[in-house]
């Protein structure tokens, strides 16, 4: 009888509910500790952003604006689709430092040269954390359990903010608030939205929402929380809607410096006689023609802004003057993609930029898209290409192709050449 009195007991108090109050307290305890003893870390972040037009009359006032979209008064039409790929490095107290994939090092990048015009969101890996849970300002109240998780809401005030929002060539701070939700058995932080103020007119936004979901994931010899995925949604001030849809990947402890090696060449047998090539140790003039054909294709479908690329040199280069040759045709060279946008209105196109800035060995390159002598490519199965020369922030020359199609996917096929010139090195 007494065992079955202590079982019940147990039973009985194992069926206490969690206390909300001290379920959050934990919370911010442990993620108060976490902050301070996570290591160093790395992730790989892919965010495909689409971009919504309304179609309707545009309303003024952003309450409305707001409002419309919220209750499904607006007409929304998908116009463009993009994707970026980018490292994030966690530092200590959760600070994140940006750069393009598998850059010989882990530098800082500025976040809005590698947004390239469209929004982009930051502070998921300790910012917000910091500035929600070790805030004595942010106000917190219980709302109730959904779905086997505790709800709270949230409020930070303008005052104790560190939400910056750009406003042309100016960063703004906002007020925000939101929810987030913990296990009630373990007090771990789950999921966090976080909603702006009304934005100011400069920023022309009305508002921002950020969806965060978190998981435990290993890193190095421990598990350390880290986001799973965020969804960024922000409102125009003219009715259009902008959704960013981010994944993290391939997290890892940080060890010092991330070097790209390129694959070395394997030793050939001394069979005949060679060409006598005199590689360049600096960059090449000025002026020079280069063919070059894409080592590897680029799939609408899965490449990014960011993505690392090569292509092969079409015939050698030539120094005019000197009549040496600097470059050897079947050379490679190393760049990236630096747009990959999907244009979906009207005709429809994609528009697919890369910048080339390396050849092997390791001679630093300069060159852009020759838009006066563009072979007629038959491997483009439009028919049709328009070539741009615009660059984005943060990569020197480079050049923007445009496929038009009605397709929802496109692959620009390896072989495909175009002609380059080289520039003044940047």
Same mark, same amino acid.
């Given at each position: 009888?007494?065992?079955?009195?202590?079982?019940?007991?147990?039973?009985? @108090?194992?069926?206490?509910?969690?206390?909300?109050?001290?379920?959050?307290?934990?919370?911010?305890?442990?993620?108060?500790?976490?902050?301070?003893?996570?290591?160093?870390?790395?992730?790989?972040?892919?965010?495909?952003?689409?971009?919504?037009? !309304?179609?309707?009359?545009?309303?003024?006032?952003?309450?409305?604006?707001?409002?419309?979209?919220?209750?499904?008064?607006?007409?929304?039409?998908?116009?463009?689709?993009?994707?970026?790929?980018?490292?994030? %490095?966690?530092?200590?107290?959760?600070?994140?430092?940006?750069?393009?994939?598998?850059?010989?090092?882990?530098?800082?990048?500025?976040?809005? /040269?590698?947004?390239?015009?469209?929004?982009?969101?930051?502070?998921?890996?300790?910012?917000?954390?910091?500035?929600?849970?070790?805030?004595?300002?942010?106000?917190?109240?219980?709302?109730?359990?959904?779905?086997?998780?505790?709800?709270?809401?949230?409020?930070?005030?303008?005052?104790?903010?560190?939400?910056?929002?750009?406003?042309?060539?100016?960063?703004?701070?906002?007020?925000?608030?939101?929810? @987030?939700?913990?296990?009630?058995?373990?007090?771990?932080?789950?999921?966090?939205?976080?909603?702006?103020?009304?934005?100011?007119?400069?920023?022309?936004?009305?508002?921002?929402?950020?969806?965060?979901?978190? !998981?435990?994931?290993?890193?190095?010899?421990?598990?350390?929380?880290?986001?799973?995925?965020?969804?960024?949604?922000?409102?125009?001030?003219?009715?259009?809607?902008?959704?960013?849809?981010?994944? $993290?990947?391939?997290?890892? !402890?940080?060890? *010092?410096?991330?070097?790209?090696?390129?694959?070395?060449?394997?030793?050939?047998?001394?069979?005949?006689?060679?060409?006598?090539?005199?590689?360049?140790?600096?960059?090449?003039?000025?002026?020079?023609?280069?063919?070059?054909?894409?080592?590897?294709?680029?799939?609408?479908?899965?490449?990014?802004?960011?993505?690392?690329?090569?292509?092969?040199?079409?015939?050698?280069?030539?120094?005019?003057?000197?009549?040496?040759?600097?470059?050897?045709?079947?050379?490679?060279?190393?760049?990236?993609?630096?747009?990959? %946008?999907?244009?979906? !209105?009207?005709?429809?196109?994609?528009?697919?930029?890369?910048?080339?800035?390396?050849?092997?060995?390791?001679?630093?390159?300069?060159?852009?898209? /020759?838009?006066?002598?563009?072979?007629?490519?038959?491997?483009?199965?439009?028919?049709?290409?328009?070539?741009?020369? %615009?660059?984005?922030?943060?990569?020197?020359?480079?050049?923007?192709?445009?496929?038009?199609?009605?397709?929802?996917?496109?692959?620009?096929?390896?072989? $495909?050449?175009?002609?380059?010139?080289?520039?003044?090195? *940047?």
């Amino acid at each position: 009888m007494r065992a079955l009195l202590l079982l019940c007991a147990a039973a009985c @108090f194992a069926q206490q509910p969690a206390d909300p109050g001290r379920v959050l307290a934990r919370a911010q305890a442990q993620l108060a500790a976490a902050a301070a003893d996570v290591p160093k870390y790395t992730c790989r972040q892919t965010v495909d952003r689409s971009y919504f037009r !309304e179609t309707r009359q545009i309303p003024r006032a952003c309450d409305t604006i707001v409002a419309n979209q919220r209750n499904g008064r607006s007409k929304l039409a998908l116009a463009v689709t993009d994707r970026l790929r980018f490292d994030v %490095e966690v530092a200590d107290g959760g600070y994140e430092i940006y750069a393009w994939p598998g850059a010989a090092r882990i530098e800082t990048e500025k976040v809005e /040269d590698m947004a390239g015009g469209g929004p982009l969101g930051t502070g998921p890996f300790g910012p917000f954390l910091v500035d929600i849970f070790a805030n004595p300002a942010v106000q917190f109240q219980y709302l109730d359990k959904q779905s086997a998780l505790f709800e709270y809401r949230y409020r930070v005030p303008l005052g104790a903010s560190h939400y910056r929002v750009q406003a042309g060539p100016i960063w703004r701070t906002t007020a925000y608030d939101g929810t @987030f939700r913990l296990d009630p058995e373990s007090a771990e932080l789950k999921q966090l939205t976080v909603r702006t103020a009304e934005l100011p007119a400069d920023t022309a936004t009305c508002e921002a929402t950020t969806v965060m979901d978190f !998981e435990k994931s290993r890193i190095g010899a421990g598990e350390y929380l880290i986001p799973r995925q965020t969804r960024l949604q922000t409102i125009g001030r003219d009715a259009s809607y902008t959704e960013n849809a981010t994944v $993290y990947a391939e997290c890892r !402890e940080f060890r *010092g410096e991330s070097v790209v090696h390129f694959d070395q060449a394997i030793p050939q047998a001394d069979t005949g006689p060679k060409l006598s090539v005199s590689l360049p140790t600096t960059d090449l003039p000025p002026g020079m023609p280069i063919i070059l054909a894409l080592d590897t294709e680029i799939d609408t479908d899965h490449a990014a802004a960011g993505d690392a690329i090569s292509a092969k040199v079409g015939k050698p280069v030539v120094d005019p003057a000197t009549k040496r040759v600097l470059v050897q045709a079947g050379s490679i060279v190393h760049g990236r993609i630096t747009h990959m %946008e999907h244009h979906i !209105e009207g005709e429809g196109y994609f528009l697919v930029g890369v910048s080339f800035d390396m050849l092997e060995p390791s001679i630093p390159l300069a060159i852009m898209l /020759d838009r006066a002598h563009q072979i007629q490519d038959p491997r483009a199965s439009s028919g049709r290409r328009v070539v741009t020369t %615009e660059s984005r922030s943060g990569f020197h020359g480079g050049g923007t192709f445009v496929f038009p199609t009605r397709l929802s996917r496109y692959v620009v096929p390896r072989g $495909y050449s175009s002609n380059w010139i080289t520039i003044p090195g *940047g």
